[in-house]
């Protein structure tokens, strides 16, 4: 289970109000991606919608807001930095994210390896959070990839993608790749796949991500 999981990433906790709160509240994100996403993959299949990753994106902003509006404010930002930003409600206007979530189309249009990292530009999705850029550089101890597969099936993505950090825990870089930054599958729940990795990062503490694959075609 996703709570218990959590509870193993978090051992250390601080018991006041302050410190609970958040990571009670990144626990309900991750139960309710788990338990509606594929509702969303569902609905997106049946209505034949663009293929494109911010559109598809722009559609999940829309569905976590229903789910999550109640207790939660969310961010969607379509051009640039991390994909969504969700924060607490009543929103403080100088209040950081509980949680944020990054999106990636697997494949990606003309940079293959981009869920994790971008040789050129160093800013692939799981690389962000390692090299804490902006948007990416919160004390946050969890947070969320959701993978948007548009051919091939899940575990063709997790040998392609394990298979690319292999290759940089090999090669000389000014950030550190290890055996720990592979994905490590879970069971999967109603045609969503299911995934975890712990990476380290430039200053902050290690952050565990759960990655969310759903079957976009």
């Not at 006041?16 to 509702?39: F, G, M, N, R, Y």
């Not at 919608?49 to 404010?73: A, P, T, V, W, Y």
């Not at 640039?80 to 209040?95: H, N, R, S, T």
């Not at 948007?135 to 392609?160: C, R, T």
Request: hydrophobic fraction near 35%.
């Amino acid at each position: 289970m996703i709570s218990e999981n959590i509870a193993q990433a978090t051992q250390v906790l601080v018991v006041d109000l302050p410190s609970i709160q958040p990571l009670q509240l990144a626990l309900l994100v991750l139960e309710t991606l788990e338990k509606w996403l594929p509702s969303f993959q569902e609905k997106y299949v049946q209505a034949n919608l663009s293929e494109k990753e911010n559109d598809i994106s722009g559609l999940l902003n829309r569905f976590l807001q229903d789910e999550l509006g109640h207790h939660s404010s969310i961010d969607f930002n379509r051009e640039e930095g991390v994909d969504f930003c969700i924060y607490m409600k009543p929103l403080d206007m100088g209040a950081e994210p509980y949680f944020v979530i990054e999106a990636k189309r697997l494949p990606t249009t003309h940079r293959t390896t981009e869920y994790v990292y971008i040789e050129k530009t160093m800013d692939g999705g799981i690389e962000r959070f390692k090299r804490e850029q902006k948007g990416f550089n919160q004390p946050l101890s969890i947070s969320a990839m959701v993978g948007y597969v548009q051919s091939h099936d899940f575990s063709y993505w997790l040998e392609k993608i394990n298979s690319w950090i292999d290759d940089l825990i090999k090669q000389p870089a000014d950030i550190r790749w290890t055996e720990q930054d592979k994905l490590q599958e879970s069971p999967s729940i109603n045609l969503l796949g299911r995934y975890i990795s712990t990476y380290s990062r430039k200053t902050l503490q290690d952050i565990k991500l759960y990655h969310f694959w759903l079957n976009m075609y």
